[in-house]
């Protein structure tokens, strides 16, 4: 049987606060639960593509980040008023990936995601997060909370390099969107992206037990 997947104690100064940090949580099960199914129909194939399919038997597969999503999305709809991609408020022609309204109708809450299928993150994937963030600052409103949803593997053996790897990526975004125009002044005169958040889950690839690792950094908020 599969362990649940592990979220606390949360390893950073400014964790999510409890509602938010829950939604994360039931989002880190629902990926769980379609990682153990998809592993499983995986495995009972017989043809040609068995054997190549046994390389990423679970989510470690070449999934979208907007199949994450989609699964975040159905997690989130029993507890919160989810939306997914709708447009940002200052930018219709743009999509934000997932999102949640407040009583008001408004954008409470902003998320963008990305998913890497590797477990160090490169130049390529900074710049890549450094354009979500420059949209989450100029295309929602001050009102606004702006997240990155983050995803990537993880060796289990060394589940501490997942934390230290959270908190430079987010230092080296802090740094390099600093200047950024929609940035505002700092909680508490914090960085401008924070670690809040980071769970995993245990999964395969290849032949080896690899953690599935969401970490989620606010922006500005």
Not at 2 to 20: G, I, K, Y
Not at 153 to 179: D, G, Y
Not at 196 to 202: E, T
Request: glycine residues 6%; contains cysteine; negative net charge.
């Amino acid at each position: 049987m599969a362990t649940l997947p592990v979220s606390t104690p949360c390893p950073f100064e400014r964790p999510l606060d409890h509602d938010l940090a829950g939604l994360f949580d039931r989002a880190l099960l629902e990926l769980q639960r379609e990682d153990g199914e998809l592993a499983t129909r995986m495995a009972a194939r017989t043809d040609r593509q068995h054997a190549a399919d046994q390389e990423h038997p679970g989510l470690t597969y070449w999934v979208y980040e907007t199949t994450l999503v989609y699964m975040m999305f159905k997690a989130w709809l029993p507890s919160c008023d989810a939306v997914w991609e709708p447009p940002y408020p200052l930018d219709s022609k743009h999509h934000v990936d997932i999102a949640i309204r407040g009583r008001d109708g408004h954008l409470a809450r902003a998320f963008e995601a990305k998913w890497w299928n590797s477990a160090g993150v490169d130049q390529y994937i900074k710049d890549v997060l450094a354009t979500d963030v420059g949209r989450l600052l100029t295309k929602t409103s001050a009102t606004t909370e702006r997240y990155l949803v983050l995803f990537w593997w993880n060796t289990p053996a060394n589940r501490e390099h997942a934390v230290e790897q959270a908190r430079e990526l987010a230092q080296a975004l802090s740094t390099k969107c600093a200047n950024t125009s929609g940035a505002g002044p700092r909680h508490g005169g914090g960085a401008l992206v924070q670690p809040r958040y980071l769970g995993w889950f245990d999964t395969r690839r290849r032949t080896a037990v690899v953690d599935f690792v969401m970490s989620v950094m606010s922006v500005d908020c």
